[in-house]
């Protein structure tokens, strides 16, 4: 086999033309800055697409969680409860605003938050010798929607607020209701490799406007309605701008079609490595990813690490990563609680896990041969 001349990527962006239209009539109608028709039509279109009824377009999904964890009223020496096999980007706002995070373990089924570990937290953190959390961030991994009804169900019975960091599964469903839908806030990122980009960006959306509201004006400077800048809280410097959300626009108009290329990459490899000892990333059977990216899983036992796929990948031009190391590992939070129910299933599919390239401009003749140098590795 010879090696690639064109890199081939986990997830790249995809670009179709549309996002020129919509940056060239911010250009044309001298609204480079500041917010503007782009960005006021990308919070519409999106929350219209998701099933929220407000959305604030930021500067990235982290600034998103920082604002939602704001919102949930998180201040120093609060409890929050995260998932655990996750972007650093998760927990860190929490960190922001001085609170201290609990990092739930995943369950095998859709590798996200546990509900029976979520349930355990709760006993532990029960409001007498441990405080109650102030709110819980579920993360809907690689695209993939976590047990949401059970997780939203336990949140509201223990009245704690529920984040969704839905900033890979955009698109995604359980039955037909959305990702990003479940949370009081709600955090989408359209960062570079995302399902769409806007070469940086996020967007907080909540069926609760008021808050929304309050978000575009920590979002914006905190600028009191003054004639003079007047300032009564800590701002942000937050806002997208309506270049990038032109791109976003365009974009938005083709996410469906990169789901379906996604969903064809996922199963070209469920079909491709079906005789090899790993499983892809699980869903329920209610559910329907957004296929973000595809991982698989090695079988216990095995002999062939993720590493030696890796790098044998990586011989050939061919992008694959680990799979997000937990956050219960990670030096920064070494202090921190991890509630697990049992066997620790993120330490597994840390150690035994890979994220293949999932970039949709992979033809299937490429994929075929990325498949052939994963098979010489076992
Ligand atoms: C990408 C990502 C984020 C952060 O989004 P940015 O737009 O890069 O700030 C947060 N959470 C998860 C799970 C992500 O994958």
């Not at 996020?202 to 920590?218: N, P, T, V």
Request: aromatic share 10%; net charge negative; hydrophobic share 35%.
């Amino acid at each position: 086999m010879e090696k690639f001349e064109n890199r081939v990527y986990l997830a790249s962006p995809t670009m179709h033309g549309e996002e020129q239209m919509y940056i060239k009539e911010a250009f044309d109608t001298n609204w480079v800055a500041p917010l503007g028709k782009n960005v006021n039509e990308f919070e519409k279109e999106t929350a219209k697409y998701v099933g929220c009824k407000d959305a604030a377009a930021l500067v990235s999904g982290t600034s998103a969680i920082h604002l939602a964890v704001k919102l949930a009223g998180v201040e120093r020496g609060d409890i929050v409860f995260c998932s655990d096999l996750t972007f650093a980007a998760t927990v860190n706002p929490v960190l922001y605003e001085g609170g201290i995070p609990v990092f739930i373990d995943s369950e095998k089924e859709t590798w996200n938050m546990n509900p029976k570990a979520l349930n355990a937290a709760f006993e532990k953190y029960n409001g007498k010798e441990l405080p109650k959390p102030k709110a819980v961030i579920v993360v809907n991994l690689y695209g993939t929607p976590a047990k949401l009804d059970e997780i939203k169900h336990i949140c509201d019975k223990n009245g704690v607020t529920l984040i969704e960091d839905a900033a890979e599964s955009l698109g995604a469903k359980i039955n037909d209701k959305q990702t990003g839908t479940y949370g009081k806030y709600n955090i989408l990122s359209f960062n570079g490799n995302k399902i769409i980009t806007t070469s940086g960006g996020g967007m907080l959306l909540s069926d609760d406007e008021e808050a929304i509201k309050k978000a575009r004006f920590w979002a914006t400077q905190s600028r009191e309605d003054f004639p003079w800048y007047e300032h009564k809280e800590i701002g942000y410097n937050y806002r997208l701008s309506n270049i990038t959300a032109g791109i976003g626009r365009g974009q938005l108009l083709h996410l469906d079609e990169h789901i379906s290329l996604k969903k064809a990459i996922y199963e070209r490899y469920k079909e491709g490595l079906a005789d090899l000892p790993v499983v892809m990333n699980p869903y329920m059977e209610n559910s329907e990813p957004n296929f973000w990216l595809s991982c698989f899983l090695i079988e216990e036992g095995c002999k062939t690490t993720p590493d030696m796929i890796r790098e044998k990948l990586a011989e050939y031009n061919v992008e694959s990563r680990p799979i997000w190391k937990p956050m219960h590992m990670q030096p920064i939070f070494k202090e921190d609680d991890f509630i697990t129910n049992g066997d620790c299933v993120d330490e597994a599919i840390f150690a035994r896990g890979l994220c293949l390239p999932s970039d949709i401009k992979m033809t299937p003749e490429q994929q075929d041969i990325v498949m052939e140098m994963m098979k010489s590795c076992f």
